[in-house]
């Protein structure tokens, strides 16, 4: 499993805490190793969204005043990659499986896969 999260994140650090990862997780802390182009390609590949990827809480959402624009896919994919704290975070990556943010059902749902 590959987990992307930010290691300053209080809510990452509970998430992680409370599910049971398997022990060949590879955790990735993306303000250390911000997403490449291929690691969001594979992450859009699962969504087929970049939006469903995007954390439009991010302070830099409200300053960089996005939230009274339009913003089309490409846009959505370009802010991901131009700043870490733009991506909904925690990300769980297992073949074709995806649990994406930190919504109570996510968990749960994510919890659910990692104990069948």
Same mark, same amino acid.
């Given at each position: 499993? /590959? ?73 959505? /994919? ?9 991506? /909904? ?14 919504? /109570? ?12």
């Amino acid at each position: 499993m /590959k987990v992307y999260h930010l290691s300053t994140c209080s809510t990452c650090k509970r998430i992680l805490a409370e599910v049971n990862l398997p022990e060949e997780s590879t955790l990735i802390d993306i303000k250390e190793n911000p997403l490449t182009e291929n690691q969001l390609e594979e992450l859009h590949q699962l969504t087929n969204s970049y939006e469903a990827l995007f954390n439009k809480r991010a302070q830099l959402y409200r300053k960089k005043e996005l939230h009274i624009k339009q913003l089309s896919e490409a846009d959505f /994919k370009n802010l991901l990659l131009e700043h870490y704290t733009f991506l /909904k975070r925690p990300v769980f990556i297992e073949g074709e499986h995806i649990f994406v943010g930190n919504a /109570k059902s996510t968990v749960q749902n994510l919890k659910a896969y990692l104990n069948d």
